[in-house]
């Protein structure tokens, strides 16, 4: 007999590629000659508090926090987004967006028995 596979998180690839595609948006900004209507969705839905809720949407779809810091520097080095890093201001949207998103510590979880009260 086949045993079944419990599969917490079906559409990972998925939320793992939006969040990617949403990052290089975020990053790469408007365009020159951008229309009213692009403008106008950028101002909607551009904002760096609206490119955090729809990534901590797809966290909480299966993506890790380390796929996403690692995306980031991916992005910062690697020569397939050397286009999309060209933009004015791309590299100041990415700074911004990074500490949101940083490379996990190795802090000891919270606990009261480790915490200090003064």
Do not use: C
Request: hydrophobic share 30%; net charge neutral; glycine share 4%.
């Amino acid at each position: 007999m086949s045993t079944l596979k419990q599969n917490n998180f079906p559409m990972r690839e998925w939320h793992v590629k939006h969040m990617e595609q949403t990052v290089v948006r975020f990053v790469k900004g408007l365009s020159e000659n951008a229309t009213r209507w692009e403008v106008k969705l950028n101002n909607k839905y551009g904002k760096i508090s609206k490119v955090i809720k729809r990534i901590d949407y797809d966290l909480k779809h299966g993506v890790t926090n380390e796929q996403v810091f690692s995306f980031m520097e991916l992005m910062r080095t690697d020569s397939i987004y050397l286009e999309d890093m060209s933009s004015d201001g791309s590299t100041e949207r990415l700074n911004e967006l990074q500490p949101y998103y940083k490379e996990p510590s190795s802090q000891l979880p919270f606990s009261w028995n480790n915490h200090v009260t003064v």
